[in-house]
């Protein structure tokens, strides 16, 4: 609606052209009357299941539509105290700002132009229900939305979804691996590049315990029996994982291999050794093909390293035994021989 008399001398008001633009101007004192979108603050309100807190619409426009908790900031408030105050008076509930997720210019029927400010509110107090303004209200899978009412309360859920990508992706993967369960982990990836290029690592694996003083042992071991054991090892890795890391295949897997050395005369301590170093080459090889930036890739390395250490730890375990069932079994003989 356009001033038709100046608010402060009672003139009709002109419209002419100041600072390039078509304004309203009292003819009489000059006075300009600039005409400035509407601020509003609306609030994107997670609970601890994800979902998003909206409320229908009891009024026009877009009524018996869905939105955020929204409103106008009021003279003498801040935009962030704005959001707040609209949460509880439209959904029932107190909260305070943790980040800033959009500010965007929208023009809505019969308002005009308006500065949709969105907010990410975490909440602090109360009980949810529908204010005044509000028909209902209820929280939403973040991917199974209603039919919303503004396009930009849509934008600012999928700006706060962004701004919790990495962080819930960390939660999710830690708690697959503190349950051992087989769902999908961040390192996955990674576990399956270690099996696909078990041959490369066995090959680095092999010229360092061939070398090492550690593992005397090994040098005097066809190289070819060794790449065999390992790459069979390596190439399972992956499915062992999947599988469960306490499964009985993993179990007699290594008991077979310690009792093998033993049988083979190779120390304990340089079996051990050479599990050790052949986990090293696993996360090595891993880590030189990989860009690591920020919380997202650095959690997938460790990640990776305490899935790496677990499997070992049943290796070692299964190794051990293993290698004492041969020396059991050699000494029983020997005892037998000497009868």
């Known amino acids: 609606m356009k001033a038709r008399y100046c608010s402060q001398c009672g003139h009709a008001v002109t419209t ?4 390039g633009r078509a304004r309203e101007v009292c003819a009489q004192c000059g ?9 509003v603050a609306a609030s994107v309100v997670l609970d601890p299941r994800r979902r998003v807190l909206l409320i229908q619409r009891k009024h026009p426009p877009r009524r018996g539509l869905w939105c955020l908790p929204m409103g106008f900031a009021e003279l003498g ?12 008076e439209e959904a029932g509930i107190q909260g305070r700002a943790t980040r800033l997720l959009t500010a965007e210019s929208v023009k809505i029927k019969p308002y005009g132009d308006l500065l949709v400010i969105s907010f990410e509110i975490e909440k602090t107090g109360g009980i949810e229900a529908a204010g005044d303004d509000a028909r209902d209200w209820a929280y939403f899978p973040l991917d199974a939305l209603p039919r919303m009412a503004f396009a930009a ?42 099996s696909r290029h078990a041959r490369a690592i066995c090959d680095a694996w092999l010229r360092e315990v061939r070398s090492h003083p550690a593992t005397p042992s090994y040098a005097r071991v066809a ?22 890391e306490e499964g009985d295949e993993i179990g007699r897997f290594y008991r077979a291999l310690g009792a093998e050395r ?29 860009v690591w930036h920020g919380a997202l890739d650095a959690y997938t390395v460790v990640e990776l390293d ?34």
């Open 16 to 19: 002419r052209e100041v600072a």
């Open 31 to 39: 006075t300009v009357f600039y005409r400035n979108p509407l601020p």
């Open 77 to 88: 408030e801040t935009i962030v105290h704005a959001a707040r105050r609209e949460l509880a």
């Open 153 to 194: 309360n849509q934008r600012a859920i999928r700006q706060c979804v962004r701004a919790h990508r990495e962080p819930w992706a960390i939660q999710d993967s830690f708690q697959h691996m503190q349950q051992q369960t087989h769902e999908a982990m961040l390192s996955d990836s990674l576990v399956r590049l270690i």
């Open 223 to 244: 190289p070819s029996s060794l790449r065999t054991r390992a790459v069979q090892a390596l190439s399972q890795f992956s499915g062992w994982l999947a599988n469960g």
């Open 262 to 290: 033993r049988r083979l005369g190779f120390a304990l301590n340089e079996v051990l050794r050479s599990l050790g170093l052949l986990r090293r080459h696993m996360l090595r090889y891993a880590l030189d093909r990989g």
């Open 306 to 339: 305490h899935r790496i250490i677990g499997f070992f730890d049943q290796a070692v375990y299964h190794v051990a035994l293993g290698y004492e069932e041969a020396e059991k079994d050699r000494a029983s003989r020997s005892r037998m021989r000497t009868a």
